[in-house]
């Protein structure tokens, strides 16, 4: 009943900025915490930047600087600024966020995934 759709990936060449977003559709009571993830082919899924419902932000050493994670809670949206980007930011990237949904008059959260975009930068 809820999804998560990611877009804005591409093709930027180094130095570019591209912006991701990661909208959400459904019984949606509320939005809380909201990660991106990043997998770049043979490693782990990391994250690199994270949001609370409140609006403090966290972000990976790697990308500290270079990225903006921001809401929207009016569009049920997460944005991903991503700017001065490298070749090593070449990667899916992914959102996940804790949900409350409501479905008939029972409240539940869960945590759900999209199914990313790529962003790849040439080296």
């Known amino acids: 009943q809820v999804q998560l759709v990611e877009s804005g990936g591409g093709l930027v060449q180094p130095g570019g900025s591209l912006r991701l977003s990661c909208a959400a559709s459904g019984s949606i009571v509320s939005i809380n915490a909201v990660g991106w993830y990043r997998q770049a082919p043979g490693n782990q899924r990391e994250l690199v930047a994270a949001i609370t419902s409140g609006g403090s932000t966290n972000y990976a050493d790697s990308v500290k600087g270079r990225f903006t994670i921001s809401r929207d809670n009016a569009k049920n949206t997460v944005y991903l600024q991503m700017n001065s980007l490298k070749a090593e930011d070449t990667a899916v990237y992914y959102c996940?966020?804790?949900?409350?949904?409501?479905?008939?008059?029972?409240?539940?959260?869960?945590?759900?995934w999209g199914r990313g975009t790529q962003v790849t930068v040439p080296s």
């Open positions: 996940n966020a804790d949900i409350t949904h409501q479905t008939g008059w029972a409240f539940s959260s869960n945590t759900y």
